[in-house]
Nanobody
Framework: QVQLVESGGGLVQPGGSLRLSCAPS????????MGWYRQAPGKQRELVAR???????EYADSVKGRFTISRDNAKNTVYLQMNSLKPEDTAVYYC?????????WGQGTQVTVSS
């Protein structure tokens, strides 16, 4: 079974930066969207950013101007560059991939923004 492997989470101070990476362990055909969701304690999971096969991107209002999503098509890898991090960005971040056959979810990586 193909799994999504996430990396890059950790503890960072307010105003700092992190870059998350996500790549499938095997081949996924007909990918049309890749992106990131997050879930903070006591809150519902929300969309952070996504990028479609044609290159169009979408961001949550709360992260616009601070986060940038990108991808490497050759490696089927998606990245989330997070700058100017705030304590309210603290959450478990989940990678996802949507294909013509099914959706795939990462296991989640913890991002903690604290002084």
């Amino acid at each position: 079974q193909v799994q999504l492997v996430e990396s890059g989470g950790g503890l960072v101070q307010p105003g700092g930066s992190l870059r998350l990476s996500c790549a499938p362990s095997g081949s996924i055909f007909s990918i049309y969207v890749m992106g990131w969701y997050r879930q903070a304690p006591g809150k519902q999971r929300e969309l952070v950013a996504r990028i479609f096969s044609g290159g169009r991107t979408e961001y949550a209002d709360s992260v616009k101007g601070r986060f940038t999503i990108s991808r490497d098509n050759a490696k089927n890898t998606v990245y989330l560059q997070m700058n100017s991090l705030k304590p309210e960005d603290t959450a478990v971040y989940y990678c996802f991939v949507g294909s013509g056959y099914s959706d795939y979810w990462g296991q989640g990586t913890q991002v903690t923004v604290s002084s």
